[in-house]
């Protein structure tokens, strides 16, 4: 039974740093992508990052950037979300999801390219 347990959201103030985490169990991730997503009240949930567990492949959103940085630590089986310099436009509920990937290359960015998705976790941004 595949599980994503995310962890690390809270409050912090503009221009501030967080680092989100997901814990992964229950299956091997090496032909995945890992992303990372985010709902805001009111709008639709959109893609952050994503990463190839097996590498090198990495992409972001426009809005990120530059201040997210994705990760993964095999041995903990746990991937990372580093969010610097955060702008209250970044508060929303960020979840974490798995999805097998369909391509040699590259990493899957759309919400229905991932197979699994955990609880989420809130981020908050304060002005």
């Known amino acids: 039974q595949v599980q994503l347990v995310e962890s690390g959201g809270g409050l912090v103030q503009a221009g501030g740093s967080l680092r989100v985490s997901c814990a992964a169990s229950?299956?091997?991730?090496?032909?995945?992508?890992m992303g990372w997503f985010r709902q805001a009240p009111g709008k639709e949930r959109e893609f952050v990052a994503a990463i190839r567990w097996s590498g090198p492949y990495i992409h972001y959103a426009d809005s990120v950037k530059g201040r997210f940085t994705i990760s993964i630590d095999n041995a903990k089986s746990t991937v990372y979300l580093q969010m610097n310099s955060l702008k209250p436009e970044d508060t929303a509920v960020y979840y974490c999801?798995?999805?097998?990937?369909?391509?040699?290359?590259?990493?899957?960015?759309?919400?229905?390219?991932?197979?699994?998705w955990g609880q989420g976790t809130q981020v908050t941004v304060s002005s």
């Open positions: 999801a798995a999805g097998r990937a369909t391509t040699v290359v590259g990493v899957t960015t759309a919400l229905g390219g991932y197979d699994y």
């Open positions: 229950g299956r091997t991730f090496v032909n995945y992508s």
